[in-house]
């Protein structure tokens, strides 16, 4: 059974249901992620996910106040790429600003940040745009990020 207070269950339980489709499930998922993280980059890894999931669920208004809530302007390594989507989507950074980090840290960011901008290009109706991003993202090779993962499905998608 699933312990309540096991982030990294929440977490990867949010992620199976992302990549499956069903983001009011994740978005769910994503919920007991973030009430189960104890500082700011663990909170901004699940919200970085609960995002999408609450947009893609049609859940318009969470999504927004989420946003809205959010006061972090900076984080180091990974879960500032994640933040760095986040700010994206509030309109706090430019794409061309989180494209500078795509070669960060190799593989790793080249995969998160790519599929970061392909989300934001794709919630926001430009599709083909979207597609070139999750190329890239998939293009690194890093199998084992879930950016990777992500992209992998969302082109799937979008053939």
């Known amino acids: 059974s699933l312990r309540k207070n096991d982030r990294g269950i929440y977490y ?44 893609r669920s049609g859940d318009e208004a969470d999504a927004a106040r989420l946003l809205a809530q959010l ?18 989507f509030k309109g706090v950074k430019t794409e061309e600003e989180v494209a500078k980090t795509t070669a960060s840290e190799g593989a790793l960011s080249e995969a998160t940040v790519g599929y970061g901008i392909g989300l934001w290009h794709l919630l926001n109706g430009r599709r083909d745009l979207a597609r070139e991003w999750f190329q ?24």
């Open 12 to 55: 990867r339980l949010g992620m199976a249901y992302y990549l499956r489709g069903d983001y009011a499930e994740a978005a769910n998922a994503y919920k007991g992620c973030l009430a189960n993280s104890s500082d700011d980059a663990l909170k901004v890894e699940c919200d970085a996910w609960l995002y999408p999931s609450l947009r």
């Open 71 to 88: 006061q972090i302007s900076t984080l180091p390594g990974h879960p500032g790429y994640y933040l760095d989507r986040l700010l994206l």
């Open 136 to 159: 890239r993202s998939v293009a690194s090779g890093f199998t084992l990020g879930w950016g990777y993962r992500a992209s992998e499905a969302e082109l799937r998608t979008l053939r």
